[in-house]
Each structure stands twice: as structure tokens, then as C-alpha cells.
T-cell receptor, first 114, second 113 residues
Framework: AQSVTQPDIHITVSEGASLELRCNYS??????LFWYVQSPGQGLQLLLKYFSGDTLVQGIKGFEAEFKRSQSSFNLRKPSVHWSDAAEYFCAVGADNAGNMLTFGGGTRLMVKP | DGGITQSPKYLFRKEGQNVTLSCEQN?????MYWYRQDPGQGLRLIYYSQIVNDFQKGDIAEGYSVSREKKESFPLTVTSAQKNPTAFYLC????????????FGDGTRLSIL
């Protein structure tokens, strides 16, 4: 069975500082990997996705993530955080099989200090 | 504007009542999904449907039911058999082609009176 671990439940960074959110997955085949962001009381917005090819993927809002097969990781990064980035971030793993079911991590809540 | 519409945004249920959450999409997506989100937790899959008139159970289907009579609509009924229904419910959809992510609605928050 596939699983996703986001080790950090809460992270606080200063505005303008760099950010890295960790994601580790367990999956038997080549995974399809996603990062979503959720503002309070809202749905999830897709930040970026990895299906194949270049292991460094660029997303919206200046985010990027790197797929490292040897470490079973897909960490999310941003070089300079803005106050508007405060939200909850979810990593998910899935397969492009008939159901495309996703397994989500527990989320990381990001707080940004002025 | 194309998108996924969930209604209502807030819903209250009395003990022993069934309630139905609406999910409509005008993206012409083939597959639709229902997730449950509890505070401090990730999303868990309740049901999904890849095509009209067909659906499969997810990880936590007990106490829930769905229908898929139209491509655009995938309503979720929370039955009285669901003992802990208070949660945030999210609907998602995706195209049928490969390499396509799921897109989410804005959710419905269900509370027990």
C-alpha cells in the first residue's frame, strides 16, 4: 500500500527566508507526485506535479520540488517566502491507473513571521 | 468560468438524519472523487467514480453513499450510520486522460447539532 509522510506538522519562517517542506513516500512503482496548498476553509489548489522526466519541477507561485527516487522524497522549496504563502501544504502520491486514487500526507501548516 | 461547485458551504445535521452534499463540475471531467478531511489530518478517500453509473468505495466508505447519474454531478449522502460525520468534505474531479491531476472544489463543512 502506498503512504505519504510529512514529518513537519508546523513550520514557521520569516518573510523573505527560504522554505523547504519535506515529503517522503512509499510506493511500489514509479509514483506520480503532487503538492497542493489549502487556505483555511478552502479547497486544495495544485502547486505542482511530477509524472516523469526532469526530476526538478516548477510550479505556480514560485514553488519548485525535486523528486529523489533514492531517498523516496519529493520536497517542496521556495527561495523567498511571502506572507501570503501562509497556508497548509499537502503532498500526495498516486498512480495513473484506472482510478488515479491519491494518498495524502497529513499536511504541514506554514506560518510566516513578518 | 469552469470549475467544481460544492454546496452548501456549511451544513448542519441532527442525529439520525441523512444529508446530501452536492458536487457539480462543468469541466467535462470523467472522474470524480469525495474526500473527508478531519482537523490536523490529510484527506481520506470516501468514494470515486470513473464514469457515469459506476462508482467504487474508497478507504472509508462505511456510512456514506453516492450516485453518478450524470457526468457533471456526484452527490454524497452522509447516512445516519456514519457515527462521526463532523468533518470537512471535499469533492474533486479529473479528466480521463493520463497524466492529469485532480482538481478540487471549495468544500462543505458538516456539523452535528
Amino acid at each position: 500500500a502506498q503512504s505519504v509522510t510529512q514529518p513537519d506538522i508546523h513550520i514557521t519562517v520569516s518573510e523573505g527566508a527560504s522554505l523547504e517542506l519535506r515529503c517522503n513516500y512509499s510506493y511500489g512503482a514509479t509514483p506520480y507526485l503532487f503538492w497542493y496548498v489549502q487556505s483555511p476553509g478552502q479547497g486544495l489548489q495544485l502547486l505542482l506535479k511530477y509524472f516523469s522526466g526532469d526530476t526538478l519541477v516548477q510550479g505556480i507561485k514560485g514553488f519548485e520540488a525535486e523528486f529523489k527516487r533514492s531517498q523516496s522524497s519529493f520536497n517542496l522549496r521556495k527561495p523567498s517566502v511571502h506572507w501570503s504563502d501562509a497556508a497548509e501544504y499537502f503532498c500526495a502520491v498516486g498512480a495513473d491507473n484506472a482510478g488515479n486514487m491519491l494518498t495524502f500526507g497529513g499536511g504541514t501548516r506554514l506560518m510566516v513571521k513578518p | 468560468d469552469g470549475g467544481i461547485t460544492q454546496s452548501p458551504k456549511y451544513l448542519f445535521r441532527k442525529e439520525g438524519q441523512n444529508v446530501t452534499l452536492s458536487c457539480e463540475q462543468n469541466l467535462n471531467h470523467d472522474a470524480m472523487y469525495w474526500y473527508r478531511q478531519d482537523p490536523g489530518q490529510g484527506l481520506r478517500l470516501i468514494y470515486y467514480s470513473q464514469i457515469v453509473n459506476d462508482f467504487q468505495k474508497g478507504d472509508i466508505a462505511e456510512g456514506y453513499s453516492v450516485s453518478r447519474e450524470k457526468k457533471e454531478s456526484f452527490p454524497l449522502t452522509v447516512t445516519s450510520a456514519q457515527k462521526n460525520p463532523t468533518a470537512f468534505y471535499l469533492c474533486a474531479s479529473r479528466p480521463g486522460q493520463k497524466n492529469q491531476p485532480q482538481h478540487f472544489g471549495d468544500g462543505t463543512r458538516l456539523s452535528i447539532l
